[in-house]
């Protein structure tokens, strides 16, 4: 069985933002997942999911709120499309490692990766914000509204894996 990880990113303090956090607590709180699917929060701390990236993992699932210039509240699935950091210049390379945060999904899988431990396997989940800028608890309608749609898709994403590797494997 493959190892995939979940991971719900986010600020809960502007908003929508914070729901890539809401669906990694709901899909925990949920439990239905083999044991070979672990879920975690990751919050705003994107080198919290570098560390748990050492761990091993065939693919990983990031769940955040992503600007895609579509209505509020649009689901978004993507297969990520990481840049290799050793391809880089030296100056941008530089800039980059200065910035130790790696609150974004993006910094934080690029990392991941130019220390080899991103999974082959990666996909962005998320819903178009209609607020993640402005400071406030709970999300917006619109996006609170995606949540149904978000977990069947976390949920399809991860039996398409399953199913692929049991394809392979045969």
């Not at 070979?36 to 990236?53: A, R």
């Not at 990983?60 to 297969?79: F, M, N, Q, W």
């Not at 993640?132 to 999300?139: P, R, T, V």
């Amino acid at each position: 069985m493959k190892n995939m990880l979940i991971a719900g990113m986010g600020n809960v303090l502007r908003r929508d933002d914070g729901f890539g956090v809401e669906i990694a607590k709901r899909l925990m709180a949920e439990n239905h997942f083999p044991s070979n699917v672990k879920i975690i929060e990751v919050g705003i701390g994107g080198i919290h999911l570098v560390q748990e990236l050492m761990h091993g993992y065939d693919a990983l699932i990031v769940v955040d709120a992503l600007e895609r210039g579509s209505a509020p509240g649009t689901l978004h699935v993507l297969e990520a499309n990481v840049p290799n950091l050793k391809e880089w210049d030296a100056d941008t390379r530089g800039d980059f490692l200065a910035d130790m945060h790696y609150t974004t999904p993006g910094k934080a899988m690029i990392l991941s990766k130019a220390l080899d431990v991103l999974p082959p396997c990666v996909y962005l989940v998320g819903v178009q914000p209609l607020d993640a800028s402005e400071l406030g608890i709970g999300l917006s309608e619109p996006v609170a509204r995606a949540i149904p749609q978000t977990l069947r898709a976390v949920e399809r994403i991860v039996q398409q894996i399953e199913w692929q590797e049991h394809v392979y494997e045969q």
